[in-house]
């Protein structure tokens, strides 16, 4: 797919009354608070390929028009945005990236029988099990990028111990540690201790304390957590004088936050591509030098990736559907989920057997850029090595970035 977007792909609807003719789509968002962080890039991605496609004729001969609902980062916002939305004609809707603040305006939706996606959610309640059959995520599941870093860690790093760190404000954190916990043993790592906090803690001097006192420095330390608790928590670690490799999930990736972290280095996310153009495959990079050419800046983190493709993935579902009606959307976007359940599934099989879960990553990346997750390094200096992860929903070819 070549679609990528223009420099004049801003055309923003926003405030247009949408008309008879229009398809409507509803953005139930953070536009504050510390999850706009995560929904900004993801949006704006969103809304280039949504000019792309009304540019080049429009959906099913109709002109797609948006929508939007300040989420201000708060559950009870979240319900209230997506309640409005539907009311004022929304047939699709756009949710915040995290489940706990996302599934509120989900719901919303799915109560009025229509289909939602979160921008970014990665806990494995984003979609059926947490919402209702219409519901999809656009990212990939937390406890996959777990156990992906783990395998890693041993495998590339020959991490022999592990300490995990867990942040249990949110169900992401946990699910980023339930696929470490899983994983390391299985690779041949020990995980020698475990220990929780909470983001807004101000200080983990107490865990610090824990991890110094064991008989030596873990190899590495799984960090489940997201900004700003995890820049708060590395910036402490560091200043223990702890240089165990620090591993997290996708959260953390992007440029925004960096400095909040001065110098940092061995500090290892998964992401589904670079945003610092320096990624294996070119198309990662035509996609992110797009970005920027129709913003005016390159995307501050990996989600503006998902944030593109979940709308080119479901204006296909709408066209072979012939209609935006949920029940026939997803029916055509189930069918390209369902043979990843059944591709290298043994974590699905050993972990959450009879779950279903609805994240469309791989989807999205195979039917877009060609390839899945990759792994790569968080700060922008590094050098580039592909590497090959066995990730349990089937091999993933990535890129790792080292501190060169």
Request: proline share 4%; aromatic share 8%.
């Amino acid at each position: 797919m070549k679609h990528f977007f223009t420099a004049t792909a801003l055309t923003l609807a926003l405030g247009a009354p949408a008309m008879a003719d229009d398809i409507t789509i509803g953005f139930a968002i953070a536009k504050s608070g510390w999850l706009e962080a995560y929904d900004a890039p993801a949006v704006a991605a969103a809304r280039i390929r949504i000019d792309e496609i009304n540019a080049a004729g429009g959906l099913l001969g109709k002109q797609i028009k948006w929508i939007e609902a300040d989420t201000k980062s708060d559950q009870a916002q979240s319900a209230s945005a997506g309640l409005q939305l539907v009311d004022e004609g929304a047939e699709m809707l756009i949710v915040t990236c995290d489940y706990d603040f996302g599934a509120p305006a989900a719901l919303a939706a799915e109560a009025a029988g229509l289909n939602s996606f979160f921008l970014c959610a990665e806990d494995i309640k984003a979609g059926i099990q947490g919402v209702g059959p219409n519901s999809f995520s656009a990212s990939v599941l937390a406890a996959v990028q777990g156990a992906t870093m783990a395998e890693w860690s041993v495998k590339e790093r020959s991490a022999k111990t592990g300490y995990v760190l867990l942040d249990t404000t949110i169900e992401y954190n946990k699910g980023i540690c339930t696929g470490f916990d899983w994983m390391f043993p299985k690779a041949g790592g020990e995980i020698v201790g475990r220990d929780t906090f909470l983001n807004g803690d101000a200080s983990i001097a107490s865990q610090i304390t824990r991890i110094k006192g064991l008989e030596s420095e873990p190899d590495v330390i799984m960090l489940c957590s997201y900004i700003p608790g995890a820049a708060s928590a590395v910036r402490q670690i560091r200043a223990a004088g702890i240089n165990s490799t620090i591993l997290n999930g996708s959260a953390v990736d992007g440029s925004y936050w960096l400095d909040a972290a001065p110098d940092l280095s061995n500090f290892i996310v998964p992401v589904q591509g670079s945003i610092y153009g320096d990624d294996t495959r070119p198309a990662v990079n035509e996609l992110r030098d797009a970005f920027e050419a129709a913003t005016g800046a390159g995307p501050s983190s990996t989600y503006a990736y998902p944030g593109y493709l979940l709308i080119d993935l479901w204006a296909k579902a709408v066209e072979r559907a012939g209609t935006v009606e949920a029940s026939a959307v997803t029916a055509e976007l189930a069918d390209q989920v369902i043979s990843l359940h059944q591709r290298g599934s043994r974590w699905v099989r050993e972990t959450v057997t009879g779950s279903q879960f609805r994240h469309l990553v791989m989807a999205l990346q195979a039917a877009a850029l060609g390839e899945p997750l990759g792994v790569h390094r968080v700060d922008p200096v590094c050098v580039v090595e592909p590497v090959m992860v066995t990730h349990p929903l089937g091999p993933i070819l990535g890129c790792v970035g080292r501190v060169g």
